[in-house]
């Protein structure tokens, strides 16, 4: 009788604890984009780094807001850092702006890159996903780990949390069962992490695709690009995976 007490306890205890839990189908993040330029750059060209490493700081940072209620979010630029240094790369995906359909699986996706700005309209991305049992505390929410692959061979781990009911992320990322709160790429050197998380008076009327810059899909915005890094050898195809996410 005892332990049929003890493991009804536990049950109650169980179920008294998702009672609580609240759920939430609007809100507005600040993500903190951190690039590891240092490792970025010996990568790239370990003669280039050993030149500009001095003058280079070994981390960039940069902020971005998402917006979103379930079914449609906008993603884009933050507050400023103050930190006007900026290194070609950096630059690339610095200022996209990010506009996702959930119920259609489609976005429209704002890059500026250089003196080109493109407007790429295609479908999600896809994205294997493989959710794991690892859990971390992130702005606040509770957090499942999940691996993902893109374009079949560029991992990407992230933290959801089930709390925020939708399937978005930074920078277009999507597919979870929930909203997510942390991402790295590591093939990309960057992380995403949330700093704060606004549920409530979220400003839902900015929810809007950006309209300028030349529009294409996908498919014709790498031919673009391929155009002119094709000749750029381990540079232009760094280049062509940071403009693909």
């Known amino acids: 009788m005892k332990q049929c007490f003890l493991i009804l306890t536990f049950y109650f205890l169980i179920f008294a604890a998702r009672a609580q839990t609240q759920f939430f189908s609007t809100v507005k993040i600040e993500f ?39 079914s449609h979010s906008i993603y884009k630029p933050g507050r400023e850092t103050g930190n006007t240094q900026r290194n070609w790369f950096t ?36 994205i294997k996903w493989k959710i794991t049992g690892d859990t971390r505390t992130i702005a606040g929410f509770q957090c499942r780990k999940a691996v993902g692959i893109l374009f079949d061979t560029v991992a990407v781990f992230a933290f959801y949390s089930e709390e925020l009911m939708i399937p978005g992320g930074p920078e277009g990322i999507h597919g979870l069962p929930g909203m997510i709160l ?13 700093t704060k998380v606004q549920v409530v008076n979220v400003p839902l009327a900015t929810i809007n695709p950006a309209t300028k810059g030349k529009k294409m899909d996908r498919k014709q915005f790498l031919s673009e690009l391929y155009k002119v890094m094709k000749n750029w050898d381990a540079w232009g195809k760094k280049l062509l995976l940071i403009t693909q996410i």
């Open 32 to 70: 903190e984009k951190t690039i590891a330029q240092h490792a970025m750059m010996k990568e790239l060209s370990p003669e280039w780094f050993e030149m500009a490493k001095d003058h280079t700081p070994a981390t960039s940072i940069s902020y971005f807001d998402f917006i979103s209620d379930s």
């Open 182 to 194: 942390g991402m790295g790429i590591p093939r990309l050197h960057a992380t995403w992490f949330a």
């Open 91 to 126: 630059e690339l995906g610095g200022k996209n702006v990010v506009f996702t359909d959930y119920e259609k699986n489609s976005s429209i996706t704002q890059k500026p890159v250089y003196e080109e700005t493109f407007l790429v309209q295609d479908s999600l991305l896809k």
